[in-house]
């Protein structure tokens, strides 16, 4: 292995304020090993007669460009550099395409490294693959399309404008007046949804409490492909939205929930300067998805969903943890981070199965406990799922997963009935019941009590769909809320709820 030292210089270097975009990423990357989305790739061919010297040059233009590339996050700040280098590792071809991808597999330090890494893969010497790494700081997938046409370009020889908005332009914008107020109407909108949907989408038992980790299956089906097509087609929306609303329909029947939030990256560019922007804007939220019988109405409904959460897809991070911790305290339960869909379309490497159903390699981490990934639409539907093992049996998440393609296959047929697809109603068991805000686990808020307050000291029960607490005399039954209340925000247990009213018992 060689390096391959690349120069690069911008017209700007300086320090601004971090944008939401990277405020919001920075709270999620990991720092042990990489999650699935904290770094993107992309490969770009090198034209036959190219050579390391024109390897280089492209490099260091692209990298010179797009002031992300070139940029350091430190103490909220993020830092410009007009010059520098980037040593890229030049390995020859030998194993397989995968070997030639593991560069990625590094955590990047926002602070310390530049956010890209590069391998230049060789056949004789001569350079015939570069393989980009990326921090999701610096791009998000949108941004890494741009990048990878752009080296394409650089690499044969064609010229490009200027790259006219940059991290530290949108970080002007968002502390602009107007930038303010879009950033305000995100909050209103956030925090309209906290107040009235559900914050728990699973609120399921540890069927299996004593298993670790996550059964995962992987699916490949041109069959779904084309049915995903064809509904998308005859209904006008994005085929990712027909393939969500079917893996929501399909979760929600398993729950017994009547809706769900989904947890997605958006990155919303609908703004002219962002067509090419190199940066990142991708920003976690919230698609609330409402049950319906009509599979046709969950594709509409999924649809409207995401594209309203697109348009407030741009957030301070920081206000809306607030708000979510104020929701908490309102309504007694913790805002769970359940069920996350990850959309890597286009970008992603992963093996899918020739056709059907194939278990995972186990070399997935999760840090979810259900987690929908849309890997490919074109020509082959590739998803994958992955559950905690202690809420399903490996055949039930292969089943809820299967059950995803053989709905779009028959939907694109005709009417069905979505009670004939994936698999059944979880039974929760006794001592659960259903309540205005979700499912709860009574004999769990009870155990959470007596840790707080002392065994036989309160008793919850369910009451028309309301938990209620009593305390016995001599306690005071506001101090007992706030205890089992703070208690069950920290345990971030699926079913656990405080109850809405303490009652004192005479």
């Known amino acids: 292995m060689n390096d391959l030292k690349i120069r690069f210089s911008g017209a700007r270097s300086g320090r601004w304020p971090l944008t939401v975009g990277q405020k919001n990423v920075l709270e999620w990357i990991r720092t042990d090993v990489p999650g699935p989305a904290d770094i993107l790739s992309a490969v770009v061919r090198v034209p036959r007669a190219g050579t390391l010297d024109a390897v280089g040059a492209a490099l260091g233009e692209l990298v010179g460009r797009h002031e992300a590339l070139r940029t350091f996050l430190r103490d909220g700040e993020q830092i410009v550099q007009a010059e520098g280098t980037l040593v890229a590792e030049v390995v020859e071809a030998t194993g397989t395409e995968r070997d030639w991808m593991t560069s990625g597999g590094r955590v990047f330090d926002p602070a310390a490294d530049l956010p890209v890494r590069v391998r230049v893969v060789t056949r004789g010497g001569v350079p015939f693959l570069i393989v980009l790494h990326v921090s999701h700081v610096a791009a998000d997938l949108s941004a890494i399309t741009v990048l990878r046409a ?10 490009l404008p200027a790259a006219g908005h940059h991290p530290a332009d949108r970080a002007a914008f968002e502390h602009s007046p107007a930038g303010r107020r879009q950033l305000d109407g995100s909050i209103r909108y956030w925090g309209r949804h906290l107040e009235e ?83 990142t804007i991708s920003q976690e939220t919230w698609i609330p998805f409402t049950a319906t019988p009509s599979f046709p109405e969950a594709v509409a409904r999924m649809n409207a969903a995401a594209l309203a959460a697109y348009k407030y897809g741009r957030y301070d991070s920081a206000r809306l ?24 379309t286009g970008h992603s490497r992963v093996v899918l199965p020739a056709s059907g159903l194939e278990a995972g390699a186990g070399d997935r981490s999760f840090d979810a406990p259900v987690e929908f990934d849309v890997y490919r639409l074109d020509g082959k ?64 808020v009870q155990n959470v009590a007596d840790l707080v307050l002392g065994d036989g000291v309160a008793r919850v029960e369910a009451v028309d769909g309301r938990l ?10 506001s101090v007992a809320g706030e205890k089992v209340l703070a208690e069950i925000v920290r345990q971030t247990r699926h079913g656990l709820v405080a109850p809405g009213s303490w009652l004192a018992q005479g």
């Open 150 to 159: 752009e080296l394409t370009a650089l690499l044969a020889g064609r010229e």
């Open 321 to 344: 943890n607030a708000a979510m911790r104020a929701a908490e305290r309102a309504r007694g339960m913790p805002c769970h981070r359940d069920v996350v869909v990850n959309n890597t």
């Open 468 to 477: 209620v607490g009593h305390v016995g005399p001599g306690l005071d039954s």
């Open 197 to 279: 949907r559900p914050l728990c989408s699973l609120g399921l038992p540890h069927r299996f409490p004593d298993r670790r980790g996550h059964h995962q299956v992987l699916l490949g089906s041109r069959a779904g492909a084309e049915a995903v097509a064809a509904i998308a087609g005859a209904a006008g929306v994005r085929p990712l939205a027909v393939v969500m609303a079917a893996f929501a329909a399909l979760l929600t029947h398993w729950t017994g929930e009547p809706g769900c939030l989904l947890n997605c990256l958006c990155s919303n560019r609908f703004s002219p300067e962002l067509r090419d922007y190199v940066g």
């Open 381 to 444: 539907l590739g998803c994958g799922l992955g559950v905690d093992a202690r809420l399903a049996t490996a055949d039930e998440v292969a089943a809820l997963l299967g059950g995803v393609e053989r709905l779009v296959v028959a939907a694109a047929g005709g009417d069905v009935d979505l009670g004939e697809f994936g698999i059944p109603q979880v039974e929760r068991g006794t001592g659960w019941v259903r309540t205005e805000a979700c499912w709860v686990d009574v004999p769990g």
